[in-house]
């Protein structure tokens, strides 16, 4: 279902934090291999689960709306690939 196309960032990163996210055989000794969507996938995982971070992101977007768009684009791209089972 693609009911997270038309949410705004807040609601894009409460909804992404219901996904599983996982990546069988990921070596974490060697981060610097690891594919840009991988990387991506992995820190929005880290951000949208992470108060803190959470808070930060909305704010540096808001600070500079390009990165918002960015930022909602990867975020559905992540639910996309990682949320089949919403």
């Known amino acids: 279902m693609n009911s997270y196309k038309k949410l705004n960032l807040i609601e894009l990163m409460d909804y992404a934090k219901n996904i599983n996210f996982y990546i069988e055989g990921l070596d974490y000794q060697n981060i610097s291999s690891w594919n840009q969507?991988?990387?991506?996938?992995?820190?929005?995982?880290?951000?949208?689960?992470?108060?803190?971070?959470?808070?930060?992101?909305?704010?540096?977007?808001?600070?500079?709306?390009?990165?918002?768009?960015?930022?909602?684009?990867?975020?559905?791209?992540?639910?996309k690939t990682y949320g089949k089972s919403l």
């Open 37 to 79: 969507d991988i990387l991506f996938n992995s820190a929005i995982n880290i951000v949208v689960n992470n108060e803190i971070l959470k808070a930060s992101a909305i704010r540096i977007c808001d600070m500079f709306p390009p990165l918002k768009i960015l930022f909602k684009t990867t975020i559905r791209s992540y639910i």
